[in-house]
């Protein structure tokens, strides 16, 4: 518990992204194109006198009536409890009816997914919603038959491929709640992850294809069982779907009585139908594992009728999808990017939402406007470090193709202007409006972003708040930082809203502590304007209202807009016998937007090696996956520490970033100071 309450105050957090931000100068304003206005489903800017404050909750009723109920709500927010805010209570839906089965009505014969591979000679698949159907009922069935029931966990450890979908509106239709593990990750990983939810079942596959290499992904299932065996969590069932007949599957070894492969339950439930269960708004969904201070990763649970209505809601105005749009959201479903903005938010409307199995540059930078060219894709969505990846491989590739774009997405980190200004230019052909959609995996959906009819864009800003979102910046002494000033503070939500996760899953207390204690006014009131949501992020707002992220202010650091905390690649790092102490700190990176690097001091009778250095990064790989691999380990002859004995993060940041270290006078042994800076910044 004292662990926890760490999480937004440990002193730590000195090497936080936000104090490496760099500050770009105000930009222009890009206005939305009249034919992007004419068609857009928000075009009025009198929508935001919908959402004002005095017509706070019951604003969001817009967004709950996109939803088909079986019975609709009594409530719309009830904060007795708080801050575990409860959203349209007494009502009763369900997710896979709301994603599947109510567009058979309209259009069963449309595409609800498309599959890309990524072999460039293989076909893509269409799955129609009336496919769709059958196969998420079928896949319920085997669920069903495994004697999993409502309220139940499940995780999935499942790269890009519409099997994923497929079993998570399968999960839903019966209230399973799914935990969904980027396939990214290391099979120990997943195991810490299905041990946290009290998963008995795991859903797995053979191979998938990954920048040309067909990858083995039955292995990591194997060491995930084993890792939450030792922390007391037995998997009775590997469900493994198989894509590669006679490649993986056939060499794959399959542990008796335990794994079993997809299709051949499968072929037991021809043509079933399972009917959906009507649950209650308030039941959790799923779970979306995120990094935070400590070590123990936070499951963050989600709520079927809040998760449900925002996503939709904000895929409708912000993402402006329509029905007969083709929307291709180029993230991983293993993120909540994924979850909101390719499954639910867009199936919830009833559009087609493209898979993309592989990476962006394979097997070059034409790649993705190939795709949307065959395709006809016109909403596109991706992170600033696929942009800046493309641009910098591919500048020139877009103009190659006809495709063109309505609208696209920056998403989940800071987006330089000029970065901006490529994706305008040259993927948008000046054409397309862009919204950068600040958010986490904890809020379920966009906070801030333009809107994109209404409002004119900003290189580097997201925006003003969502319509039904009060944001407020607050200093460390619980202030308002004002509009305009020029100060950066810490971003807070002020009222509740839909999206925002339920709790997190079994550490209760470590949800009020890190989200809500800060600037909590009174732990016993019941008034929501009491409970400041704390988002972790530091931020500034111009005078105009837009706001600007400058990154993490607590111990996570954002690497090509996935989150990893310093305490889980430091923990790894001390697994090495040779290794005494390990800090991991952000460092800018021109693709990546940040990538980590990690300081390292050894045991006495230990020399730096390059040997040292590979088992520190096999240590990461191993406990977290490939994507948390140091950019740099620096084995350095000791860690400049306060007199306290605390490691200093914020110098060891600003020597990698080349940045001012600040006063260092205090510190026990400022002499190290000096010749770390040398060793680091010679070698750089
Ligand atoms: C960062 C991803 C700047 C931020 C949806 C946040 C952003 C963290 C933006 C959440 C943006 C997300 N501009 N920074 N538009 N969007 N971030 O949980 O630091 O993977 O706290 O959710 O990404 O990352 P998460």
Redesign the pocket.
């Given at each position: 518990m004292a662990d926890d309450l760490d999480d937004v105050t440990d002193e730590s957090s000195e090497s936080s992204?936000a104090l490496i931000a760099v500050h770009w100068r105000e930009e222009g304003y890009y206005p939305p194109p009249a034919s992007f206005v004419a068609q857009a489903n928000a075009s009025d800017p009198a929508i935001r006198e919908q959402f004002t404050e005095d017509k706070y909750p019951d604003c969001f009723t817009a967004y709950a009536d996109l939803l088909t109920w079986y019975k609709k709500w009594d409530t719309v927010l009830d904060t007795s409890n708080a801050p575990f805010w409860k959203w349209w209570v007494g009502g009763e839906l369900n997710a896979s009816y709301n994603c599947v089965d109510r567009h058979l009505e309209t259009h069963p014969n449309k595409a609800a997914l498309i599959f890309v591979p990524e072999p460039e000679g293989d076909a893509h698949q269409a799955i129609t919603y009336r496919e769709l159907y059958v196969r998420v009922n079928e896949f319920a069935a085997v669920l069903r038959e495994l004697g999993l029931k409502a309220g139940d966990r499940i995780t999935f450890h499942m790269p890009m491929v519409p099997e994923l979908p497929v079993a998570m509106l399968a999960a839903a239709r019966l209230g399973i709640i799914h935990s969904q593990v980027f396939a990214g990750f290391s099979g120990t990983a997943a195991g810490h992850r299905i041990a946290d939810s009290g998963s008995t079942v795991l859903v797995t596959i053979d191979g998938y294809y990954r920048s040309g290499d067909l990858l083995d992904h039955k292995v990591k299932a194997d060491e995930a069982v084993e890792a939450a065996a030792k922390e007391g969590q037995q998997v009775d069932k590997v469900l493994v779907f198989r894509r590669y007949p006679g490649q993986y599957s056939a060499k794959t070894p399959m542990v008796e009585g335990r794994d079993v492969f997809v299709d051949d339950l499968l072929a037991a439930h021809k043509g079933e139908i399972v009917e959906p269960v009507a649950l209650k708004a308030t039941d959790p969904l799923f779970l979306m594992y995120?990094s935070g201070t400590t070590g123990r990763p936070k499951g963050c649970q989600h709520s079927i009728g809040g998760y449900l209505s925002y996503v939709a809601g904000t895929s409708k105005y912000y993402q402006d999808i329509h029905p007969d749009d083709t929307y291709w959201c180029m993230a991983d479903i293993g993120?909540?990017?994924g979850h909101s903005y390719i499954v639910y938010g867009p199936l919830a409307l009833g559009t087609t939402s493209v898979i993309y199995e592989g990476t962006p540059n394979y097997p070059d930078a034409g790649r993705p406007w190939r795709i949307a060219r065959q395709l006809g894709v016109n909403i596109f969505h991706t992170s600033p470090t696929a942009i800046r990846m493309l641009r910098k491989v591919g500048p020139d590739e877009p103009a190659k193709y006809d495709f063109h774009f309505k609208h696209m997405t920056?998403?989940?980190?800071?987006?330089e202007p000029e970065v901006w200004r490529w994706y305008y230019d040259n993927v948008g052909k000046d054409e397309a409006v862009i919204v950068?959609?600040?958010?986490?995996?904890?809020t379920g959906g966009f906070l801030?972003s333009t809107l994109p009819a209404i409002d004119s864009a900003k290189p580097g800003s997201?925006g003003p708040a969502a319509l039904g979102i009060y944001p407020v910046i607050l200093d460390e002494d619980s202030n308002e930082v004002p509009a305009g000033s020029g100060k950066a503070g810490n971003i807070c939500i002020r009222n509740p809203w839909p999206g925002v996760f339920q709790t997190i899953w079994g550490q209760p207390d470590r949800f009020v502590s890190t989200y809500y204690a800060k600037y909590n006014k009174d732990p016993k009131s019941t008034d929501w304007r009491d409970w400041p949501y704390f988002?972790?992020?530091g931020a500034t707002q111009a005078a105009d209202g837009y706001f600007r992220?400058l990154?993490?202010v607590d111990d996570?650091i954002?690497v090509a807009?996935?989150?990893l905390g310093t305490k889980e690649l430091e923990s790894a790092a001390l697994t090495v016998n040779e290794v005494a102490e390990a800090a991991a700190v952000p460092v800018v990176d021109d693709v990546r937007g940040r990538m980590v690097e990690m300081y390292i001091a050894l045991k006495p009778g230990f020399d730096a090696s390059p040997e040292i250095e590979a088992k520190v990064k096999a240590a990461i790989e191993t406990d977290i996956g490939k994507i948390a691999r140091p950019k740099n380990i620096w084995i350095v002859p000791d860690m400049p520490k306060t007199r306290s004995g605390k490691i200093m993060r914020r110098v060891i940041a600003a020597t990698s970033n080349f940045t001012d270290t600040g006063d260092i006078t205090t510190l026990a042994n400022p002499e190290v100071v000096e010749k770390i800076r040398e060793q680091v910044q010679t070698a750089k």
């Open positions: 992204e995120t993120w909540i990017t920056t998403v989940g980190e800071p987006i950068d959609t600040w958010w986490q995996t904890e801030g997201c988002a972790g992020d992220i990154g993490r996570v954002n807009g996935h989150r």
